[in-house]
């Protein structure tokens, strides 16, 4: 039956009810699926947050559940069962109900199909119109990353049912990348390196939205050069996956270019170090001896930190220029592939010279996809990825 708002009689102590917000907004879509329970005096027993968040909604009645108890013990007992024994629901069937219902949304709609690159001469179907997660999101009233993440953990414990012992998602993410890592490193990843001659600006095209995990790259420098750092971040922006990192090498002189025009499309995350060992170069125009390369790192939002640490100061021993005049030592490179990246992830490098981020992402067992403007480089570049070490 319906009993008015201000007839219901609250009278637990006040306490934190968690976020009301995201009840309401749920009650508010989808109708309030359960009602409140009181007593034939109309005092609440089961129901507060519900109770708060239709208030807060601005509703004048609600439907109600009305037990005839007439004894205060047995009003005791229910709101005790539901506030105490009802258990909460686990991090995981939260997840897997919210899988469910983005994969009925996308078996209603229409998914967007292809997610990997495609370089033949007919791009694959995609429908315009294609459920996304961000609509989930919207239409559960929750973030994006919450449905994400959701989505990621109930795949987790489908793969390995035994994770669902593991009451924290984010604990359940952890062991799974785990699991997936020793899996990849005892069997080996087999898929070859995309590697495509050409200029990047095209090329880049053919990879779809929200399909690559890292973009690691070091273009040229020279002033002649600096049209192309508008191009990077604005496909960059378009190809990342959410949260996902555009990490690029870049000389001293154009940093405040580099800054400004990729902050266009991204966010800046910080600005890195790249030490260089031995012999450098000297900078007539400013009178300096030039040791240090900036590493500004820029993320796609929302904001999702790393999980490992790096030192912003990465240590470069001599470059190897046998391949490539401008060649960068692997070992950096290596260490930044290792922190934003996880193994099986797919890293692109849309300028890769030498080869030396293609090489450092097989070694740590990630896809690679490369382009390369030069033929020179592109053949040289491809030689030393042949090589085992
Ligand atoms: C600084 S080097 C990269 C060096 C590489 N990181 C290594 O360790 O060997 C920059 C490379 O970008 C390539 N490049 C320049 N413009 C390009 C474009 N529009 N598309 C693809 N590659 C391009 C150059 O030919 C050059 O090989």
Same mark, same amino acid.
């Given at each position: 039956m319906k009993v008015r708002?201000?007839?219901?009689? =609250?009278?637990?102590? +006040?306490r934190s009810e968690g976020n009301i917000y995201e009840l309401a907004q749920s009650i508010k879509n989808v109708g309030l699926i359960c009602p409140l329970t009181l007593n034939q005096n109309y +005092?609440?027993?089961?129901g507060r947050r519900r109770f708060k968040a239709v208030k807060k909604l601005g509703w004048k009645e609600v439907d109600c559940h009305i037990l005839q108890s007439g004894s205060e013990l047995y009003d005791f007992k229910v709101a005790l069962e539901e506030n105490l024994k009802r258990k909460p629901l686990t991090d995981v069937e939260v997840a897997v109900a919210i899988k469910e219902y983005d994969e009925l949304k996308r078996k209603l709609e229409g998914e967007r199909k292809g997610l990997l690159p495609y370089f033949g001469k007919k791009p694959p179907h995609r429908p315009k119109e294609a459920w996304t997660e961000e609509k989930t999101a919207e239409d559960l009233s929750i973030s994006q990353q919450s449905v994400s993440t959701a989505i990621q953990i109930a795949k987790a414990v489908e793969e390995h049912?035994?994770?669902?012992?593991? +009451?924290k998602g984010g604990r359940i993410l952890s062991a799974y990348k785990k699991l997936k890592e020793e899996k990849v490193m005892q069997e080996g990843l087999t898929i070859e390196p995309i590697l495509k001659l050409g200029d990047f600006r095209e090329l880049i095209k053919k990879i779809p939205d929200n399909s690559i995990d890292l973009i690691l790259t070091d273009p040229p420098y020279e002033k002649k050069y600096l049209e192309l750092w508008g191009e990077l971040g604005k496909e960059a922006q378009r190809v990342l996956k959410p949260s996902k990192f555009l990490i690029t090498y870049c000389g001293q002189s154009y940093l405040p270019f580099v800054l400004n025009t990729l902050t266009k499309y991204l966010n800046y995350y910080w600005l890195g170090m790249l030490y260089h060992k031995g012999q450098i170069a000297q900078r007539f125009e400013v009178n300096m001896f030039n040791r240090a390369k900036p590493i500004p790192f820029f993320y796609k939002p929302p904001l999702r930190k790393q999980d490992k640490w790096l030192d912003d100061v990465l240590i470069s021993e =001599?470059?190897?220029?046998?391949?490539?005049?401008w060649g960068q030592n692997i070992e950096p490179v290596k260490k930044l592939v290792e922190c934003f990246s996880n193994v099986n992830d797919t890293i692109l490098?849309?300028?890769? !010279? !030498? !080869?030396s981020v293609i090489k450092a992402s097989l070694l740590l067992k990630r896809r690679a996809i490369g382009f390369e403007k030069e033929k020179k480089y592109y053949v040289i570049g491809r030689k030393n990825l042949s090589k085992k070490t």
């Open positions: 708002l201000s007839e219901i009689k =609250n009278t637990e102590p +006040k +005092k609440l027993l089961a049912p035994e994770l669902v012992r593991i +009451k =001599n470059p190897s220029k046998e391949l490539h005049e490098d849309p300028m890769f !010279g !030498g !080869g």
